[in-house]
T-cell receptor, first 120, second 112 residues
């Protein structure tokens, strides 16, 4: 398996522009997470999905951020309009939790390599 | 609220020595903990996990200790190698909620 695939790896945009980050989770995983990493705030959970349904979006900073998961193999995180303070590395992670939630196996997250966003 | 923090932001260790990275968590309802390693330019990678019904778990060169009384977690790396240089994160989870919260990270550097 190729692992979690994120695109683009790097994005530089100007304030006010729309940004769309994409994620392809590992096939068969039933959970998908979006995290944002900055020096000041570390790794912050933005939102996560279970079987394509958003479960908890309490970490989404504000209405400018939205995330979708139209099917089991694709998710997007959109920022519109973008602001300089959105500059960060955005990670997508997926996990298979069927056994874990029953007390077996691990609940490890498999991370992509991240999308580094710079908003000028 | 839920939070995970680290006592030491940086740790410098002589190659071959053992490393101990500490973590404090605040949510007493958390029942699952994982240590991740993040190398420069990459996403975090799983190292070892522990459930709250255990107080120690060993892997290859790594041991995780959990003290629920004081809500403390530690990662011990035996015979530290140059390849261990990275940022280490602890993460906590209340598994029924599947909401995984990461600590602020400790950078481990290895002296030759």
């Amino acid at each position: 398996d190729a692992g979690v695939i994120q695109s683009p790896r790097h994005e530089v945009t100007e304030m006010g522009q729309e940004v769309t980050l994409r994620c392809k989770p590992i096939s068969g995983h039933d959970y998908l997470f979006w995290y944002r990493q900055t020096m000041m705030r570390g790794l912050e959970l933005l939102i996560y999905f279970n079987n394509n349904v958003p479960i908890d979006d309490s970490g989404m900073p504000e209405d400018r951020f939205s995330a979708k998961m139209p099917n089991a193999s694709f998710s997007t995180l959109k920022i519109q309009p973008s602001e300089p303070r959105d500059s960060a590395v955005y990670f997508c992670a997926s996990s298979s939790r069927t056994g874990f939630l029953g007390g077996r196996g691990t609940g490890e997250l498999f991370f992509g390599e991240g999308s580094r966003l710079t908003v000028l | 609220g839920e939070s995970v923090g680290l006592h030491l932001p940086t740790l410098s260790v002589q190659e071959g020595d053992n490393s101990i990275i500490n973590c404090a968590y605040s949510n007493s309802a958390s029942d699952y903990f994982i240590w991740y390693k993040q190398e420069s330019g990459k996403g975090p990678q799983f190292i070892i996990d522990i459930r709250s019904n255990m107080d120690k778990r060993q892997g290859q060169r790594v041991t995780v200790l959990l003290n629920k009384t004081v809500k403390h977690l530690s990662l011990q790396i035996a015979a530290t190698q140059p390849g261990d240089s990275a940022v280490y994160f602890c993460a906590e989870e209340y598994s029924s909620a599947s909401k995984i919260i990461f600590g602020s990270g400790t950078r481990l550097s290895i002296r030759p």
